[in-house]
């Protein structure tokens, strides 16, 4: 069975770090372009983070630039999003996402990806 899976969410304390994990089950991601996305309660799903499939572009989002990094371990086949100083305004469900061709769609554009996991909740909170 070919899906994400993401992991690493939690509470934690506003300033805190925390790094979420994207793994791939039934397929490599070594080919694959990842986007990392959220959504909050009462809010429509937001760009957070991509890296292509080969690591050479990365993109952030302008609420994370800064104190997030992208990165991915081909041979754990895993995608890796770490997020420093968190605030209660990143509270919100984390998805992944991954596709495997040149769609032409920008790495911020949810349609750019084919495959999504379930999501991993972080709850920014003191």
């Known amino acids: 069975q070919v899906q994400l899976v993401e992991s690493g969410g939690g509470l934690v304390q506003p300033g805190e770090s925390r790094r979420l994990s994207c793994g791939a089950s039934?397929?490599?991601?070594?080919?694959?372009?990842v986007g990392w996305f959220r959504q909050a309660p009462g809010k429509e799903r937001a760009f957070v983070s991509a890296i292509s499939w080969s690591g050479g572009s990365i993109y952030y989002a302008d609420v994370v630039r800064g104190r997030s990094t992208i990165s991915r371990d081909n041979a754990k086949n895993t995608v890796f999003l770490q997020i420093d100083n968190l605030k209660p305004g990143d509270t919100a469900v984390y998805y992944c996402?991954?596709?495997?061709?040149?769609?032409?769609?920008?790495?911020?554009?949810?349609?750019?990806?084919?495959?999504w996991g379930h999501g991993t909740q972080v709850t920014v909170s003191s």
């Open positions: 996402a991954a596709v495997d061709k040149d769609n032409n769609l920008p790495a911020i554009s949810p349609f750019r990806y084919d495959t």
């Open positions: 039934g397929f490599s991601l070594e080919h694959y372009a």
